[in-house]
Structures are given as structure tokens and as C-alpha cells.
């Protein structure tokens, strides 16, 4: 088990910057794949970005060259940081992690929203 809390969302104009944190309740250091993803009203859940235990990172085609996915093993933090802001970012970007044993578990979710 492993709970996981995010923060850093909140309201951003056009071109602006965010970083997400997304704060683990356990070391997350064995925890093989770590990822963001997104929720705009009325659409479905997408991928933003995942990172694995090694540091191998995948990013959605519309993020890529924007943001950033990191993993902090020592603090059991997981970040987006998040550039060059769109009005179609607009959404509730959450974490999940994939354990070992194929387990999923996810934030809570926070709530970014860039005007336009």
C-alpha cells in the first residue's frame, strides 16, 4: 500500500509555470513505474507522463518539450514540472504508482487551470 498526495496545482495565465509534487506515504524507491496523469471536464483520463526506477521517462505528444517528470527517492516525492502553459492543460492532474505487485494507486488529484 501507498498513499499519495499531490499539490502545487493551482490557477496560472497563458506561458506560465507550475511544478506538481506528488508526496508518497512509504520509500518509493522499489516502486518500479511513477506517472502523472490528467482529467479535463468531460474527457476521458490521459497519460501525461510516466517514469520508471531507473529514470527512463515517456511523455504524452502534447506535452513533450513542456514538461518534466522527476522522481526524488530520497524525499519519496514525485514532481511534474510543468512549462510554457496552455488553456488545454486545464484539467486535475493526479499521480499513481505501479508497485511490484502490479497494484495501482493514485492521488487525490489537484486542480490546474491556466487562463487564457
Known amino acids: 500500500q501507498v498513499q499519495l498526495v499531490e499539490s502545487g496545482g493551482g490557477l496560472v495565465q497563458n506561458g506560465g509555470s507550475l511544478r506538481l509534487s506528488c508526496a508518497a506515504s512509504?520509500?518509493?524507491?522499489?516502486?518500479?513505474?511513477m506517472g502523472w496523469y490528467r482529467q479535463a471536464p468531460g474527457k476521458q483520463r490521459e497519460l501525461v507522463a510516466t517514469?520508471?526506477?531507473?529514470?527512463?521517462?515517456n511523455y504524452a505528444d502534447s506535452v513533450k518539450g513542456r514538461f518534466t517528470i522527476s522522481r526524488d527517492n530520497d524525499k519519496d516525492t514525485l514532481y511534474l514540472q510543468m512549462n510554457s502553459l496552455k488553456p488545454e492543460d486545464t484539467a486535475v492532474y493526479y499521480c499513481n504508482a505501479l508497485d511490484r505487485n502490479l497494484a495501482l494507486f493514485w492521488g487525490q488529484g489537484t486542480q490546474v487551470t491556466v487562463s487564457s
Open positions: 517514469i520508471t526506477s531507473g529514470g527512463t521517462t
Open positions: 512509504r520509500s518509493i524507491s522499489s516502486i518500479p513505474v
